[in-house]
């Protein structure tokens, strides 16, 4: 089973900054994959953040975060780490924050298709408050 490891969540007040951060391991990751953040509130369905492919620069954001968002990917030999920046940050951007990931032959690198993605972190929680 592989793992990832999100970090960097926390509490900030609206209007703030955060990095969360998305270790694994580089071997499991070689060639042509899709990586990507998703979050969680109470009550509601997973929905996803932001997407990318790392063979090129491909990226993908929802809507809520465009703008003020961006995920980018440190693809090391030993570690991959996926990065989500958040700025200006909302009371609606409080959840749980995962990192997902897939071969890209298992499909395509879609920030809706949240099932596609077969590993996945522990989450990591952001909290938003004023």
């Known amino acids: 089973q592989l793992h990832l490891m999100e970090s960097g969540g926390g509490s900030v007040q609206t209007g703030g900054s955060l990095r969360l951060s998305c270790a694994a391991p580089g071997y499991a990751f070689s060639g042509d994959y899709c990586m990507g953040w998703f979050r969680q509130a109470p009550g509601k369905e997973r929905e996803g953040v932001a997407v990318?492919?790392?063979?090129?620069?491909?990226?993908?954001?929802a809507g809520a975060v465009k703008g003020r968002t961006t995920i980018s990917l440190d693809n090391g030999k030993n570690t991959v780490t996926l990065y989500l920046e958040m700025n200006r940050l909302k009371l609606s951007d409080t959840a749980t924050y995962f990192c997902?990931?897939?071969?890209?032959?298992?499909?395509?690198?879609?920030?809706?298709?949240?099932?596609?993605?077969?590993?996945w972190g522990q989450g990591t929680q952001v909290t938003v408050s004023s």
């Open positions: 990318l492919r790392s063979g090129n620069d491909y990226t993908y954001y």
């Open positions: 997902a990931a897939h071969s890209r032959e298992e499909g395509l690198c879609s920030i809706e298709r949240v099932n596609d993605y077969k590993y």
